[in-house]
């Protein structure tokens, strides 16, 4: 036991150097590999609003905080985090500074190879139900089990040889969702990416058709539920009504529209709101100010959700 984890630990700074290597500055940047990005932070942001995709996000150094429906989830460098799905949240770098720099990786999930290793492991497992129990988590922390450690510093290993990451590139991504639908967090990514993964998809559907009215009966519809069995599924698996889910999702992606240096009204029209006071009273109601207060307040320094 003892030796498997010096060899974690020494696997985590091999990960941490090659980090530091390619990023000596802030900032956030694309690898080689696809869906792959580095970060360095090195001042305090307070968490602002976010839309985060299927993703997993491991820390090496420092640490980070991503808030949904008013649960903080704080990680660093023991836990990684999961999002299976879609997600409207807050997030931010409270403890970052020069001296105690946040460092990072960011691996976006490709739908379609999740769904694929999801049915493969159901199938190996002979359906076991205890693969498909527990109720879906819209976020989950997960410990760096050496699956995980190992799969990750094999993929980012790839960059130093341009034909190793031609040749081997899909494979060790595939060996790394492997080990996140594996770990502690795999039940999540399961349900999210497995059979019974109706509120996922609704989500795409949601997020595919956010400048469009869209009601619950619609989400339902789409899914193929009755509304109530649907809404009580949504709210188990995001924490979130249908509405405040959308809702949500209107106003995070305006909220970073405008941050990106769009017009209050054109960010307001992109997600779907025709009349401007309706946009900037739940605006201010959500964030605790008016779009134009957050336009000027977010023309700072660059962020990184």
């Known amino acids: 036991m003892k ?10 700074d091999q990960i941490k150097d090659l980090i530091e290597r390619r990023l000596p500055k802030a900032g956030l940047v694309d690898t080689a590999l696809k869906g792959v990005q580095l970060f360095r932070v090195t001042e305090a942001m307070p968490c602002v609003p976010a839309v985060y995709e299927p993703t997993v996000v491991a820390i090496l150094s420092g640490s980070k905080e991503a808030v949904l429906e008013g649960e903080h989830h704080v990680y ?3 836990k990684y985090l999961l999002c299976p799905m879609t997600l409207p949240v807050e997030a931010g770098t409270p403890l970052a500074s020069k001296d105690d720099p946040l460092l990072g990786v960011v691996i976006t999930l490709e ?6 290793l999801t049915m493969e ?55 790394l969702c492997y080990a996140v639908l594996m770990g502690e967090a795999g039940a999540s990514a399961r349900r999210a990416f497995g059979v019974g993964n109706e509120i996922a998809r609704t989500i795409d559907y949601v997020s595919n058709h956010l400048n469009e009215q869209v009601t619950i009966d619609d989400m339902a519809d789409h899914v193929g539920m009755s509304r109530a069995v649907f809404h009580r599924r949504f ?39 025709q009349s401007a006071s309706q946009f ?10 008016s779009p134009r207060q957050w ?8 962020r990184m959700a």
Request: overall charge neutral.
């Open 121 to 175: 492991i159901e199938a190996a497992a002979g359906g076991n139900k205890q693969l498909r129990d527990g109720a879906p988590s819209a976020l989950a922390l997960a410990s760096w089990d050496s699956g995980f450690t190992q799969a990750l510093l094999r993929l980012l290993d790839l960059l130093d040889n341009p034909v190793d990451l031609e040749v081997l590139g899909q494979g060790r991504m595939r060996e």
């Open 235 to 273: 709210k188990e698996a995001t924490t979130m009504s249908p509405i405040q889910f959308v809702k949500s999702m209107r106003l995070n992606n305006a909220a970073m529209k405008i941050a990106e240096g769009k017009t209050v009204s054109e960010a307001a029209w992109d997600v779907g709101y």
């Open 76 to 78: 660093g460098s023991d």
């Open 3 to 12: 030796v498997l984890c010096q060899l974690e630990c020494m696997n985590k």
């Open 280 to 289: 900037s009273r739940e605006f201010k109601r959500m964030y605790g100010q």
């Open 295 to 302: 336009s000027h307040a977010a023309q700072g320094p660059e």
């Open 111 to 116: 739908p379609r190879m999740m769904r694929e």
